[in-house]
């Protein structure tokens, strides 16, 4: 897919997230989040290895939605 082309060999990324009604505004504070975390686990956990990151996203509450990220980096 096309994040994943955009990545350097050997990193990949998968998101799951929960449909949740957002505004515009709020739509692109939460991409450029996503952005940020996957930027920075690239830069900084896959220096010289290769693996996966994780970016869920989850309704906690009515209101609240819950942004998580994760990497396998050794």
Known sequence: ???????????S??????DVEVT?????LLATIVNELVSNATKHSFEQ???TIKVLGKRV???????TSSDDAA
């Open 13 to 18: 990324v998968v998101g799951s997230f929960e």
């Open 24 to 28: 515009p505004r709020e739509g692109s």
């Open 61 to 67: 509450a009515l209101g609240t939605y819950r942004l």
């Open 49 to 51: 290895s290769s693996g």
């Open 1 to 11: 897919d096309l994040l994943n082309s955009t990545l350097p060999s050997g990193i």
